[in-house]
């Protein structure tokens, strides 16, 4: 089956600009999170969608939203972006948003978002 | 706050044994993974552990001590293609995923 699809899979922005990236799940998925990943920081959490509605959220500014669909397609967005957001945002899928087996990721190639 | 501690980078031999620890303290305990992630893909599932002991999967084994918050993932028979990162994630309380940065192991001949 196809894995999780994310889009743009590179982008280079201007500060005080805004992006929007895109993350299709694995088919029958519901739960999308989405995560920053920067060499020095490693994986942080910014937030989880579960059936459209955010289930948790990370400690991110609110210039960092996103959203889910109906068809769990979930896209992230980024406002007045600054130098520090340049990163590796990852999406990852899942079966269910608890802990345990079905808690297990399945992450997309990521979007490699440069800022100017 | 989460904290979740890992070694930043270990080297090990080709064809030796190497051991990856990840100690955390979190709200809450749901369980632990761990994760491989090669240099410029995407992290792949390894491990689950939610209650104490051993799980063993081939070549690669993950620990847990809940009492002790303690982790560690085992690796034997090393090969080349084993250089990646190794993250360990850790279920807090509220269902929440918290990554460690990530242990850098090289794989020496």
């Known amino acids: 089956k196809a894995g999780v699809t994310q889009t743009p899979r590179y982008l280079i922005k201007t500060r005080g600009q805004q992006v929007t990236l895109s993350c299709s799940p694995i088919s029958g998925h519901r739960s999308v999170s989405w995560y920053q990943q920067t060499p020095g920081q490693g994986l942080q959490f910014l937030f989880e969608?579960?059936?459209?509605?955010?289930?948790n959220k990370g400690n991110f500014p609110g210039r960092f939203s996103g959203r889910q669909f109906s068809n769990s397609r979930s896209e992230m967005n980024v406002s007045t972006l600054e130098l520090g957001d340049s990163a590796l945002y990852l999406c990852?899928?899942?079966?269910?948003?608890?802990?345990?087996?079905?808690?297990?990721?399945?992450f997309g190639e990521g979007s490699r978002l440069t800022v100017l | 706050g989460q904290n979740i501690d890992q070694p930043t980078e270990m080297t090990a031999t080709e064809g030796a044994i190497v051991q990856i620890n990840c100690t955390y303290q979190?709200?809450?305990?749901?369980?632990l993974f761990w994760y491989q992630q090669h240099a410029g893909e995407a992290p792949t599932f390894l491990s689950y552990?939610?209650?104490?002991g051993l799980e063993e999967k081939g070549r690669f084994s993950s620990f847990l001590s809940r009492s002790k918050g303690y982790s560690y993932l085992l690796l034997k028979e090393l090969q080349m293609k084993d250089s990646a990162s190794y993250l360990c994630?850790?279920?807090?309380?509220?269902?929440?995923?918290?990554f460690g940065t990530g242990t850098r192991l090289t794989v020496i001949p």
């Open positions: 552990n939610v209650l104490d």
């Open positions: 994630a850790v279920v807090t309380g509220a269902n929440n995923l918290f």
């Open positions: 969608y579960f059936s459209e509605t955010q289930r």
């Open positions: 979190t709200s809450g305990f749901n369980g």
């Open positions: 990852a899928s899942s079966r269910s948003s608890s802990g345990g087996p079905d808690g297990e990721l399945f």
